[in-house]
C-alpha cells in the first residue's frame, strides 16, 4: 500500500501525468475528477472540489429534485485514498485513486457509499474477507446494435480459444494493479465470460471490483469490443450475475468454518446465524445488490440467478449458497456465497448490507433452517411455507419497498444514505413506469 509520500514521488515522475480521482455513487455509476500529477500533493490533503449535487444522479444522468443532495447549493471534497493508488496500465502516463467524499471540515459526508463502508468495517466485530465474482459480455458493434462475440457454449474449450488473447492481456493489466486471477472460464451464455480475481480484506474487495470493471471494459475496447456489464444486456440469452463470496475472521480464526461439521461444507452455527439474518432481510438487500429496473428481469426461477429467500449447499437456486470447500484447505475456503447480486450495484452498498444482515443475524441467532436441497420453485407454496422461503420481490419498487422498512440496513447506512439512496432509485423507476416497452407497443390495441 503506497504511503501519502510515495504516491507524491511517484507522480513528480514521467510515468504519471494525469490522476483519475473517482467515486462511485449511489447511481452505481462511477465517476470523478481528473487532476494534474504535479498538484496531487494538494489534492491528497485538500481533496477536489465536487458538487454535492452529483451524489443525486441516477444511472439515467438526471438528477434526483427531492433528494435532499439535489439541489444546486454545495459542495464537498473529494480525498484520494493513497493506499489505492495504481498507474493504469491502459492509459498512458495515467494513474488512479479512489476518494472517499468529505465535509468542508473535513468529516466523512454522510452521503457518501465509500466513507459510509469504511465506518462501518472500523466497528464491524470481524475481519471481512471477501470477493466480487463477475460475470460480463464481449460483443460487437452492427448497423443492428449488438451481437455477441462468439457462439461458443458454456465453459467450451473453443471459446477460450476465441477469447485467449484478450483475456490474457486482461490478466496482465489487472495484475499490474494487484489483482490476482483466481479462475476464468466461458459461461453460459454466447460470448459471456466470468473472470473472476482473488479474495481480499475489508474495503479492498469492493475497490477492486470498481477498478476491475473499468479494466475489463478499456482492454475490450482495445480489440473493437465491448464488456457489457448489464444484468441482461440481451433479450433471448441468460443474465450476468456479479455473486458476492464472504467469510469472517477473528485473526487467524475463519468464524464461519466448522471442524467438526461436515468436510466440505463444514459452517458453523455463527455462519448459520448469518446466514439467518441474511435470509430474514433478504427482500431488503435485494434493493442495494440488484438496484436497477432490469436486475429482476435477471432474477427468475429455473435460471440459476435465485430467485426465493433459501440457502443449500452448492444449491445454485438459492439466494444464499454454501460452495463445497477445497479438501487441502477446508477453513481457507469455507464461505458463503450471495447470488442476488449483479454488477450494477455499488459494491460498498452491496458490503455493508449484507455484513448487516448478517451481524444482525448472528446477534439474534436467527436459525436459518435446514439447507434445501432442490429447485425452490419445484416446492409447492404449502412447503415454500412451511420452510419460510419467499419468492423475491418481483420489481425494483417492491425491493425498495421492502428496504424503506428495514430498521437494520437504515442504521447500517445512516438514515442520510439511506434516504437519500430511496430517492434516487425510486426516481429510475418512476422514470421507468413512465416510459413505453417495446413489448407495449407491439401488443396494445385501439379498438375505437
Known amino acids: 500500500m503506497p504511503s501519502t509520500q510515495a504516491v507524491i514521488e511517484q507522480c513528480e515522475t514521467d510515468d504519471v501525468e494525469l490522476v483519475r480521482v473517482l467515486y462511485t455513487d449511489s447511481g452505481g455509476v462511477t465517476r470523478g475528477r481528473v487532476v494534474p500529477a504535479n498538484d496531487i500533493e494538494g489534492v491528497l490533503t485538500e481533496g477536489a472540489n465536487l458538487a454535492q449535487v452529483q451524489q443525486a444522479f441516477t444511472a439515467t444522468e438526471i438528477p434526483v429534485p427531492d433528494s435532499a443532495v439535489g439541489g444546486p447549493v454545495g459542495e464537498v471534497r473529494l480525498i484520494p485514498d493513497p493506499d489505492t493508488f495504481t498507474t493504469l496500465p491502459y492509459a498512458d502516463r495515467g494513474a488512479v485513486m479512489l476518494a472517499n467524499l468529505h465535509e468542508l471540515d473535513g468529516d466523512h459526508w454522510a452521503y457518501d457509499p465509500r466513507s459510509n463502508l469504511v465506518d462501518f468495517l472500523a466497528e464491524f466485530p470481524y475481519d471481512a474477507v471477501s470477493a466480487f465474482e463477475s460475470e460480463f459480455y464481449l460483443a460487437r458493434k452492427t448497423d443492428d446494435g449488438r451481437e455477441t462475440f462468439d ?5 467450451a474449450a473453443d471459446g477460450m480459444q476465441n477469447t485467449h488473447d484478450l483475456v490474457l492481456e486482461m490478466v496482465d493489466a489487472l495484475r499490474a494493479q494487484g489483482m490476482e486471477l483466481a479462475t476464468y472460464y466461458p459461461e453460459y451464455g454466447p460470448g459471456q465470460q466470468e473472470l473472476v480475481v482473488k479474495h481480499s480484506p475489508g474495503i479492498t474487495a469492493a475497490d477492486q ?7 475489463v471494459k478499456a482492454v475490450a475496447e482495445r480489440h473493437g469490443l465491448s ?14 450475475g456479479c455473486h458476492l463470496h464472504v467469510s469472517l475472521w477473528d485473526g487467524d480464526d475463519n468464524v464461519f468454518y466448522d471442524p467438526d461439521a461436515e468436510r466440505r461444507y463444514g459452517v458453523s452455527e455463527t455462519a448459520r446465524h448469518f446466514i439467518g439474518g441474511v435470509l430474514e432481510h433478504g427482500p431488503a438487500i435485494l434493493a442495494l445488490t440488484a438496484p436497477s429496473v432490469v436486475s429482476y428481469t435477471r432474477l427468475q426461477p429455473h435460471s440459476w440467478a435465485s430467485a426465493f429467500t433459501c440457502w443449500g449447499h452448492d444449491n445454485r437456486e438459492a439466494m444464499v449458497r454454501i460452495p463445497s470447500a477445497s479438501a487441502s484447505n477446508p477453513e481457507g475456503s469455507t464461505r458463503i456465497e450471495f447470488k442476488a447480486i449483479d454488477n450494477t450495484a455499488n459494491p460498498y452498498h452491496a458490503l455493508v448490507a449484507l455484513l448487516a444482515a448478517g451481524r444482525d443475524g448472528i446477534d439474534r441467532e436467527l436459525d436459518p433452517g435446514a439447507p434445501l436441497e432442490a429447485d425452490p420453485s419445484e416446492l409447492s407454496e404449502a412447503e415454500r411455507a412451511e420452510r419460510g422461503i419467499e419468492r423475491y420481490p418481483e420489481t425494483l419498487a417492491g425491493a425498495l419497498d421492502a428496504l424503506a422498512d428495514d430498521d437494520v440496513l437504515r ?4 438514515e442520510p444514505l ?3 439512496y430511496l430517492a434516487v432509485k425510486r426516481y429510475l423507476w418512476q422514470q421507468f413506469n413512465s416510459s413505453v416497452t417495446d413489448w407495449e407497443l407491439q401488443h396494445q390495441t385501439d379498438p375505437f
Open 151 to 155: 457462439q461458443s457454449g458454456c465453459f
Open 411 to 414: 442504521e447500517a447506512l445512516g
Open 418 to 420: 439511506h434516504e437519500s
Open 227 to 240: 464488456a457489457l456489464f448489464s444484468p441482461k444486456p440481451f433479450k433471448n440469452k441468460p443474465g450476468s
Open 209 to 215: 471490483h470498481i477498478l476491475y470493471k473499468l479494466t
